[in-house]
């Protein structure tokens, strides 16, 4: 049984509050229950130098777990200290959110996205994904004061699946994910084109059936979160 009775094919419960932090351009907090992260995204003309003489934007991500997010204290990353998981997850998210943007229209432009997660309980990196793209969605609008849609050429968003004792689910936790045969992270666009697959053996192996599977559950909970987004994103534009 699954917690709070969730069925295999059932993600956890999705709330996203926008303008959290009162400093960001853009930020939301992203819960999938007991999964919390900050996304705040920054905007300036600091473009990276090897883009200086190129007509384009640029858009960069940081993620970080605070010290209290997970039951045992989690040290900074400070410096060249930095965790290669944390580096994964940067780049991941950083790549997802460029493939949402058009940046040869955002000549001139550097965007920063932060995801500070609060509290973990697996699905960081999706989630991470999900709220940044609305965060990023609000800063455009703010920093340029019209509807930012010019700027994006797809819509983002992901999530998890896995096999656990055999059975495929959507959106593991903590728990479902340490004990997955299988898990995988997928990220896709509106049209539910794939932009990133990531997937790790741990015990069994999957079968290319059970793999399509998993595929073909994550790509309906990502729907799920795509029509969430559009109702922030309509609240955003009727503010």
Known sequence: ????????????????????????????????????????????????????????????????????????????????????????????????????????????VMITVDCDVLNADGGTRTASISGAYIATYLALRNHFGTNPNRYFKNQVAAVSAGLVNGTPLLDLDYMEDSQADFDMNLVLNQNLDIIEIQGTSEKELPTMKILNSLISLATEGIRNIIFEQNKIIDEINNS
């Not at 007991?34 to 920054?42: A, E, L, M, R």
Request: glycine share 6%.
């Open 1 to 108: 049984m699954r917690k709070n009775n969730r069925k295999h094919d059932e993600a956890r419960n999705l709330s996203i509050v926008t303008n959290f932090q009162k400093n960001s351009i853009g930020s939301v907090l992203i819960n999938f229950e007991d999964t919390k992260v900050i996304c705040s995204t920054n905007i300036s003309t600091h473009i990276p130098y090897w883009l200086k003489n190129e007509n384009q934007g640029w858009l960069t991500a940081e993620y970080s777990m605070l010290p209290n997010s997970s039951n045992e204290r989690i040290n900074r990353d400070r410096g060249n200290k930095m965790s290669g998981r944390t580096q994964e997850i940067q780049r991941l998210i950083g790549r997802s959110l460029r493939q949402a943007l058009n940046l040869k229209k955002l000549s001139g």
